[in-house]
């Protein structure tokens, strides 16, 4: 890994995008993380931990809804693909994806007191439902979006950088809510879930509307597309998308990467709560888990700026490589440090995840649109907003598969959610090793992945030069 590139380029004074745009723009992905670690923190937390719901039928929930992802994301995509308006083909379905998410993320959590089990796993199938389909409405234009701001191999490292930045703002926010919702005021975590999903929503609202109003698309990336007036046929577009290599390796690698991290994601609340406090839900364990959780932000927003420099040096590939090897011993530092002789130890694996997040938010965001260019030299069409919509898709299969096999990881390590107290000897040893083992093993699956990424900053230079020849020989 040699420490200068042999190929060095300049960003074009045209396609350098001002920091208040990147600003602007990555303020959308505060409501992101709301959303998605809103849901996915507290799911288990809530429906199970404190109503009782199986994890089993909770994971079956999770399935379900990315089943219907199937569905929903590559229709999403060919719709703002061929949405043609005076504010742009994203922007629209931005703002009304805003509304939705608001309100369908507060509903989750506003089920009635004292119902059976049916009918909390019907209320949050259905809740889950909705949810998911307005999320898709929003993040699959404003994913796009991002890909389409500007067409320049290290500005597209740094849009991605910013947006990831601004993405922990909302990670820092989620954190709070362990200690938030087990405050004495609360009868119980989900009362306090209820309450404090209103400032949640509300927030969510204020900063997706920001790029649906104040972000703007590149004008050489969509010049061609809304001029015409073609619609891209949607299971062409979808076949063609499938069939691009290094779109497919990318999505390969933060499946892969994030199945093992999601997959025991929420056994962390368990072996916070039974292993290093002995089953004790108070204030201590909620103020650990809050701590926790900030410290991989932090980490990710001080890890960004120093990737993105090496990145220059070393190439988005070679850094996220290294990134992802560090999140790899961080990873298996969670056996020795997770314990209940000092559990302030557990901060270390999570800053050392951290990094690895940044590189996964940061390289793998800024490599999609150098596949999405290879695509359209290939096939002469782009479709931002497929890519968007298909690599979403197989973010929430995987997710799917994790988190239904997360139901299933847990109720096998023996935890029973109607024992008052600390678990089983038994069980908390397989909830660690779970816990430890599972994403040590999907992160060295993700590292060898990613050697094989096939375009560097050359070839994507020379994908582009290739790009602008053609569109400047079909104009005259």
């Known amino acids: 890994m040699s420490l200068k590139l042999k190929h060095a380029h300049e960003t074009r004074p045209e396609d350098r995008v001002g920091f208040s745009s990147k600003l602007l723009y990555g303020s959308g992905m505060i409501g992101y993380a709301l959303l998605i670690q809103g849901y996915m923190q507290f799911y288990n937390p809530i429906f199970n931990d404190t109503l009782g719901l199986d994890p089993v039928l909770i994971g079956w929930v999770i399935a379900i809804c990315r089943l219907w992802d199937a569905v929903t994301d590559p229709f999403m995509g060919h719709v703002t693909d061929n949405t043609r308006s005076r504010f742009g083909r994203r922007r629209p379905w931005i703002a009304l994806g805003a509304l939705l998410c608001a309100v369908s993320f507060i509903g989750v959590w506003w089920f009635p007191n004292g119902q059976s089990e049916n009918f909390y796993f019907i209320w949050l199938l259905l809740s889950s439902l909705i949810f998911y389909v307005a999320f898709t409405i929003y993040s699959v234009p404003y994913i796009a979006l991002g890909m389409e701001i500007s067409p320049d191999y290290h500005e597209r490292g740094s849009v991605m950088a910013i947006r990831t930045v601004l993405q922990q703002i909302g990670f820092f926010a989620i954190s709070s809510l362990y200690w938030l919702t087990s405050l004495d005021c609360f009868e119980d975590r989900a009362e306090g879930m209820k309450w404090n999903s209103l400032w949640v929503g509300a927030l969510v609202f204020v900063v997706i509307m920001v790029p649906a109003i104040f972000a703007k ?74 701590i926790v959780n900030y410290t991989i932000p932090i980490s990710t927003v001080l890890a960004v700026p120093l990737l993105q420099k090496l990145s220059t040096f070393w190439g988005k590939r070679s850094t996220m490589i290294f990134a992802f090897s560090i999140a790899l011993i961080g990873t298996l530092l969670k056996w020795p440090f997770y314990t209940p002789d000092n559990p302030y130890l557990s901060i ?50 995987g997710a799917a598969v994790a988190l239904l096999m997360a139901g299933y990881v847990l109720s096998g390590t023996g935890f029973d959610a109607t024992l008052e107290g600390p678990q089983s000897e038994d069980t908390l040893f397989w909830m660690r090793v779970c816990f430890t083992g599972i994403p040590a093993i999907s992160l060295a699956g993700a590292i060898l992945l990613a050697f094989y990424y096939p375009i560097t900053e050359a070839k994507a230079y020379e994908i582009r030069e290739a790009l602008e020849a053609r569109r400047n020989a079909e104009s005259n």
């Not at 996964?360 to 919509?389: H, Q, W």
């Open 217 to 290: 698309e590149h004008p050489s990336l969509v010049q061609g597309e809304v001029k015409s007036s073609k619609k891209i046929p949607l299971w062409h577009s979808v076949k063609e998308t499938l069939s691009c290599w290094p779109f497919l390796n990318l999505a390969l690698i933060t499946v892969v990467s994030l199945l093992g991290l999601m997959m025991v994601g929420s056994l962390g609340y368990y072996v916070t709560i039974y292993h290093m406090y002995g089953g004790d839900k108070g204030d201590a364990s909620g103020k650990l888990m809050s």
């Open 348 to 397: 270390i694996p999570s800053i050392l995840l951290g990094i690895g997040s940044a590189a996964a938010y940061v390289f793998v965001n800024a490599m999609i649109p150098e596949a999405v260019d290879a695509d359209e030299l290939k096939t002469g069409e782009r479709r931002e907003g497929m890519f968007s919509a298909v690599y979403s898709w197989t973010f929430k299969i």
